[in-house]
């Protein structure tokens, strides 16, 4: 089993930037597929971006492509989302998430474990 602990989140203006954080329990992350995915008030939990076991392939959501870029550190246990430009919609919960699936995934339900996520707003 993974625990999942995201951080980083916080009040920021359009045009900023945010690293959000995610540290993963136990001695296996690197055999995870991890995503980050996020949920704005009122609307369905959406894919932002995912990241191979090895951190070789990456995959983003086109409203977030050439803005955010996802990252891990294997030795650390921890995925990344860094996240420039920021604009108002990108305000939402932001989840990472850890899936035993080979390959990445866009799709929730591939998804195994969780985290509790961590608020990311941004003001005009």
């Known amino acids: 089993q993974v625990q999942l602990v995201e951080s980083g989140g916080g009040l920021v203006q359009a045009g900023d930037s945010l690293r959000l954080s995610c540290a993963a329990s136990g001695r296996t992350f690197s055999r995870y597929v991890m995503g980050w995915f996020r949920q704005a008030p009122g609307k369905a939990r959406e894919f932002v971006a995912t990241i191979s076991r090895s951190g070789g392939g990456t995959y983003y959501a086109d409203s977030v492509k050439g803005r955010f870029t996802i990252s891990r550190d294997n030795a650390k246990n921890t995925v990344y989302l860094q996240m420039n430009s920021l604009r108002p919609e990108d305000t939402a919960v932001y989840y990472c998430?850890?899936?035993?699936?080979?390959?990445?995934?866009?799709?929730?339900?591939?998804?195994?474990?969780w985290g509790q996520g961590t608020q990311v707003t941004v003001s005009a």
């Open positions: 998430a850890a899936s035993q699936v080979l390959v990445v995934s866009t799709t929730p339900t591939n998804y195994d474990y």
